[in-house]
């Protein structure tokens, strides 16, 4: 019955990620078979659990399988054997997959023991929180993982909590996600430019490449349609994302941190004109390409094939990727243009937003909080979940994580998506990261503000019909809005758009979003 119920919530996410899942492709990750190590059974009493009989736990992770992640798990579950007389199963739900898949996992009632989770999600942590979904763990924590308790700091836990529980255990490692472009420095350097710090100075560089050089400044896929509506909200005013419509689609904003019960959709406002009027603009001026609906290729791809000045992304991923773009394009040292950082608006990120959960579901979720407390307190098995095998998938070399001498990635790479698991305190730095990580995230500690919505669980069952009307919308109308490549006139396009969204619903989703919003108090 639980399923059914979860199902029933969870429809308008369905329908939304059905149509978002056009726009990308991929196969499905295989799933490998659970590693036992063929030790004898122990009757210890771990944490005053007991751990006699053995567990054999599923473990959900976004992303496909490395060529090599069977031999990491083995090695995880030889440790897991003799320490807590259990063994671990990843199963992989792949990147395309993951707005229709992951509600799934959850409203099918499939028996698995834990997964990642964020209110960011699919499908909300905070709503799978409110659907019991998810293992209550508030007593647990003192009884089978009182060092996972301790190592998180208390308003972590706080941050974690619905309607005073915890249903999640957060992640420990401090990253930035706000949304930008990433673009070439040596080309900057080449039209007498200092950097980018505002939309003006991103036009002036794209009108260079435009003008020298033989590819876009920006040369991605229809995803680029929800970088331009980032841009957007965040350029504009202190506009904030709203709950309602889903992140990942043209969502509602609020006017301010302060305002935060006031909720409207942008398309509505002249701001919203202005830009649609902008975006054809830069599209005319062949900023992307003109095939950018149908395009199979991202930004970040053509950037490495020399065939774009820049890509849109968010921070923690320009960060993680510099390795690789330089290692493809050696002479760019790619900058990044921060769309949020101008108004202040870059937002503190929470524990919560990568969590691990235990699903209600799982036959032994006391094993499943200590096997998550051993992956972020004990750095053995900290090392094997995050880097692989010592020697095999990597070295330590100065205090820098790197690649072993003759490491072929198509035959000797693994890993997991396992960034729930992560503390600060165990992070190797690597080759492969910007090394401006740190000192940017310090300025930004500084002056970063909390989500407003912190600890929210929008509830869309009473609106389920009109969210997947104004998905539609976004999909046949806002996407091309954001990439200037409607059939009409820019302002005649956002007529019809505003026109199509009141049709669609959008005033009920709103009046649904504040009512609910009426009584919350974030948790920050």
Not at 33 to 56: C, F, L, Q
Not at 65 to 73: A, F, L
Not at 260 to 272: I, L, M, N, S, W
């Amino acid at each position: 019955m639980k399923g059914k119920k979860i199902a029933s919530s969870l429809i308008a996410v369905l329908m939304l990620g059905g149509l978002l899942s056009a726009c990308s492709s991929g196969n499905n990750a295989s799933n490998n078979e659970p590693a036992n190590s063929g030790a004898a059974e122990t009757s210890s009493n771990a944490g005053g659990v007991d751990t006699s009989k053995e567990a054999k736990l599923v473990y959900y992770l976004w992303g496909s399988e490395g060529v090599t992640n069977k031999d990491i798990i083995a090695e995880i579950n030889k440790k897991l054997k003799a320490d807590l007389n259990t063994t671990i199963e990843v199963k992989y739900i792949d990147w395309p997959d993951t707005a229709t898949k992951y509600p799934l996992l959850f409203a099918s009632g499939e028996k698995f023991d834990m997964s990642h989770a964020s209110p960011g999600a699919p499908v909300s942590y905070f709503t799978l929180a409110s659907e019991g979904a998810l293992v209550d763990i508030t007593e647990m924590l003192d009884k089978v993982a009182p060092t996972l308790k301790a190592e998180i700091p208390e308003s972590a836990w706080q941050n974690t909590k619905y309607k005073g529980k915890i249903y999640g255990v957060p992640s420990l490692y401090s990253e930035y996600t706000p949304a930008g472009y990433a673009y070439r420095s040596d080309l900057l350097e080449k039209y007498g430019m200092d950097k980018i710090d505002s939309i003006d100075d991103m036009v002036k560089y794209m009108d260079n490449v435009v003008a020298n050089e033989s590819f876009p400044p920006i040369n991605g896929k229809a995803e680029d349609a929800q970088n331009m509506y980032r841009m957007l909200v965040d350029t504009t005013d202190m506009w904030l994302n709203a709950p309602g419509i889903s992140s990942v689609e043209l969502n509602l904003v609020t006017k301010s941190p302060e305002d935060y019960k006031t909720v409207f959709h942008p398309a509505f406002t002249q701001e919203f004109e202005d830009w649609a009027v902008k975006m054809r603009e830069w599209a005319d001026k062949g900023y992307w390409a003109k095939d950018v609906l149908s395009a199979s290729l991202g930004g970040k791809e053509n950037f490495r094939a020399a065939n774009s000045a820049g890509y849109l992304t968010h921070a923690q991923d320009w960060i993680g990727q510099y390795g690789a773009d330089m290692k493809a394009q050696p002479e760019s040292d790619p900058y990044f243009f921060t769309f949020a950082e101008a108004n202040k608006k870059i937002k503190r990120k929470m524990g919560v937003d990568n969590s691990t959960v235990i699903s209600t579901n799982s036959a032994n979720p006391e094993r499943a909080l200590m096997v998550i407390e051993k992956f972020m307190t004990d750095e053995s098995y900290y090392n094997l979940i995050q880097y692989g095998i010592e020697g095999k998938h990597y070295v330590i070399e100065d205090g820098t994580l790197k690649k072993p001498e003759g490491f072929n990635e198509q035959t000797d790479g693994g890993g997991f998506s396992a960034w729930s698991l992560r503390n600060d305190k165990f992070v190797i730095p690597t080759e492969s990261e910007n090394p401006v990580r740190n000192s940017l995230y310090a300025e930004w500690d500084k002056v970063a503000i909390d989500d407003p919505y912190n600890g929210f669980s929008f509830d869309p069952s009473n609106v389920t019909t009109e969210i997947a009307a104004i998905s539609n919308v976004n999909s046949q109308l806002g996407i091309q809005l954001m990439l200037g490549k409607t059939s009409k006139d820019p302002k005649e396009a956002v007529a019809d758009y505003r026109e199509q969204l009141k049709k669609a619903g959008v005033d009920k989703v709103i009046a649904e979003v504040e009512k609910q919003l009426a009584d919350f108090v974030p948790v920050n």
